[in-house]
């Protein structure tokens, strides 16, 4: 027993799980989903990597190792880890605000970005701090990667253009922008926008298309996936066939063949220093999308991931980016989903796909010499509007005014200061309105539906109560912002109520009580007291009760502690209880 308790503690690697029951099949199912997400993630990865600001080879750097760690160490069975646009973004404007003109100095620099974010995930993973990820709410990750998707493909648009601009926020890009719309290159220009024009028709009508000329389901679905590969190559070849770079057009020009370098990060502390915030950030970033990415995909298949496990394989994911020429890497929402609807089964399916790539690095460098700019340039704004949802302003609007101010300022943020701070204003922002909504809770004086054990609203029901007896219901944790609120309610009742006799404080949606809401009922019963009026509680949860237990309040408690609401009315004023005639057969509605 001692032997057996022992070798279920030691730590297992979830390659084990899945690689006992590997089979044929399965083998099958992998290299094809490898196969389709090897070329879809080949111009996405070029893409990406330009989009940091780094060479495109980059792109495909980081794209191999990671993928290889990933499938040892990730609980995911699909997830796709590899370079995505929002942390390329924020790699960017990391860098950028370093100004770095040295291109070696800047790859060094994102080097680093992915060996710092490596370390705080694998560091907040073996503390076990994946919960942290539920303090980003829903909302302000939704503005953020909206807004993140305007200023991607708002910085596509120069190169679209085949001009010059800066900004690290959208009105500034703009800006810059309309100064050049002189100096467009009309030939960049058309070519950018066919390319667009036939990647969002791809999207949306390639595959019924498709299926009406025959080809199943499946087979439709991987060529609509495969149609940024098709764009790079009919676009490649006519850069080459009329000569497109001596017309002026820019193209992506030499990328070195060979495998990933081996790469080792910048041990400058002033650098290290000025990356510490924008690494958390992609840190957190990264966890968060990734996380979700892998839930969704899991339910699907009733399967479960592990978010502390994820942060390990995140973490020496980005160390293995680090340390063959990479930058910060997560688990891509388009690239997992296209794994999952592919067919995948398991994580060899990464491995596979790590192998395409590699490969393409040896082989397929030398034909995108001439592959445009402009068309890495459209496939990133095709994939990132997919990511933006202004529909949850309206949603938000009708369901909650303040997850719509969360939303809205985190939108505005970082449209209007940039990537970093526009998540940290939103992030600050969620915090202050969920302590504005929490230190104002829903407090309700509640009355006994006749015929019934229940307690509901007096402001919402026909409901019988005794003047006598105060039921009181907060619907919130007590705790040192609220808690005044509660003292201020319990004495106007008392200023209000001269036949007062009890007040019952009903705690069914009470989860805790902090220090400061502890002597705020201290207070309460000593002023109840004085007044000679009983202080009681009812329904108290198990943990509460537990904390309570310990200290002097429930030793010197004017009052009692009812296992229910009903049993304190019954107790303390059992005239409530009495049948009206009146009432009878009177309905209402339960809310």
């Known amino acids: 027993m001692v032997a057996r308790t022992w070798r279920h503690r030691l730590p297992t690697l979830p390659i084990l799980d899945w690689g006992r029951t590997y089979q044929r099949n399965t083998l099958m199912s992998d ?5 389709i997400v090897t070329i879809m993630l080949i111009p996405q990865s070029l893409a990406y990597a330009m989009l940091a600001g780094l060479p495109p080879e980059v792109g495909l750097y980081a794209s191999v190792l990671p993928l290889l760690v990933y499938a040892v160490l990730g609980s995911s069975r699909v997830l796709a880890v590899g370079p995505v646009a929002v942390v390329s973004l924020m790699t960017a404007a990391a860098l950028g605000q370093l100004s770095m003109v040295d291109g070696a100095a800047y790859w060094a620099g994102a080097i680093t970005l992915a060996f710092m974010s490596g370390l705080i995930l694998l560091l907040m993973g073996l503390l076990k701090l994946g919960f942290l990820a539920h303090f980003l709410s829903h909302p302000v990750i939704s503005g953020f990667i909206s807004a993140s998707g305007l200023l991607i493909a708002a910085s596509q648009l120069k190169t679209l253009m085949g001009v010059q601009a800066e900004g690290h926020n959208l009105l500034a890009l703009l800006l810059s922008l309309a100064r050049q719309l002189d100096r467009v290159h009309s030939l960049t220009l058309f070519v950018g926008v066919c390319t667009t024009a036939f990647l969002f028709w791809g999207r949306r009508s390639l595959k019924p298309l498709l299926q009406r000329a025959g080809l199943s389901l499946r087979a439709a679905d991987a060529c609509v996936k495969a149609s940024p590969v098709l764009a790079i190559a009919v676009t490649t070849t ?7 770079q001596q017309a002026g057009m820019k193209i992506v020009g030499v990328i070195p063949q060979g495998l990933p370098p081996f790469t080792w990060p910048q041990w400058s502390l002033p650098l290290w220093h000025d990356l510490a915030v924008p690494a958390l950030l992609i840190s957190v970033v990264g966890f968060v999308e990734s996380v979700s990415v892998g839930q969704t995909l899991a339910a699907k298949r009733r399967q479960r991931i592990d978010p502390d496990q994820e942060l390990v394989a995140l973490g020496a994911s980005n160390l293995g980016a680090a340390l063959s020429g990479g930058f910060p890497v997560t688990g891509g929402f388009a690239r997992s989903v296209v794994n999952f609807d592919a067919g995948a089964q398991t994580p060899a399916a990464g491995i596979l796909t790590a192998g395409g790539l590699a490969l393409a690095s ?6 995108l010499y001439y592959l445009p700019q402009a068309t890495l ?13 202004l529909g949850i302003l309206r949603r938000t609007w009708a369901y909650s005014k303040i997850d719509f101010a969360a939303v809205a300022v985190t939108l505005a943020a970082t449209l209007g200061v940039g990537v970093e701070l526009g998540l940290m204003v939103g992030v600050g922002v969620s915090l202050l309105l969920h302590l504005w909504r929490t230190s104002r809770p829903h407090m309700a ?13 007096v402001d919402r029901h026909q409901v019988r109560t005794s003047p006598a007896l105060l039921g009181l219901r907060v619907d919130e944790s007590l705790y040192f912002a609220n808690a005044r609120l509660l003292e201020d309610r319990i004495n106007l009742a008392l200023a209000q109520q001269p036949a007062l006799r009890h ?4 705690c069914s949606a009470v989860n805790s009580i ?3 809401a502890l002597e705020s009922l201290e207070a309460i019963d000593h002023r109840l007291r004085s007044a000679e009026v009983a202080f009681h509680l009812s329904e108290v949860k ?4 537990d904390h309570l237990a310990g200290t002097d309040f429930l030793r010197h408690l004017s009052g009692r502690v009812f296992l229910s609401h009903f049993q304190a009315v019954s107790a303390l004023t059992p005239e409530v209880l009495a049948p009206d005639p009146e009432r009878e057969g009177t309905f209402f509605p339960v809310i």
Request: zero cysteines.
């Open 377 to 389: 340039a459209a496939t990133i704004i095709v994939a990132v509007l997919s990511l933006v949802d």
């Open 542 to 545: 198990g943990p509460v009760m």
């Open 503 to 506: 007040v019952v404080l009903q």
């Open 362 to 367: 040896l082989y397929l460098t030398p034909a």
């Open 445 to 457: 004086e509640v009355g006994l539906v006749p015929g019934t054990e229940h307690f509901r609203n």
């Open 31 to 35: 290299g094809l989903a490898a196969l």
């Open 238 to 244: 006519l850069a080459w066939a009329l000569d497109w």
């Open 514 to 516: 902090d220090a400061s």
